[in-house]
């Protein structure tokens, strides 16, 4: 009787260590994600509408300001709504958990993304 108790209280242990990890993990990819929308002025469907001072233009690349961050863009475009950015114009991708640009050499530019952990 001892045994099946001690066993039902682990197994009960186990899964409420998953579900917490679980729900942390999903706090902190909803939070990082959160904060990477919250570097434009809106969102909609696919357009990242920006801020305004954060494109800068060289004679080679166009990019955006997140922080102290210079991000490459491939293109800018404007509609009746503001200058925005598509998700796919970002030059090295975005990462697959946190949404944030990649860097030159496939990593994610966010220092808080679960990638890095």
Request: hydrophobic share 35%; net charge negative; proline share 3%.
């Amino acid at each position: 009787m001892i045994g099946k108790f001690f066993n039902f209280f682990m197994l009960m242990c186990v899964c409420l260590t998953c579900f917490c990890a679980h729900t942390s993990f999903a706090c902190s990819n909803d939070c990082s994600i959160n904060t990477f929308e919250n570097q434009f002025e809106t969102v909609s469907d696919d357009k990242y509408y920006v801020k305004s001072g954060t494109v800068f233009v060289s004679s080679q690349e166009i990019f955006l300001c997140f922080g102290e961050q210079l991000i490459p863009v491939t293109f800018v475009e404007c509609d009746e709504y503001g200058v925005f950015v598509r998700r796919n114009a970002f030059k090295w991708g975005q990462c697959s958990i946190c949404h944030w640009p990649l860097t030159p050499w496939g990593t994610c530019s966010n220092s808080a993304c679960p990638t890095k952990g």
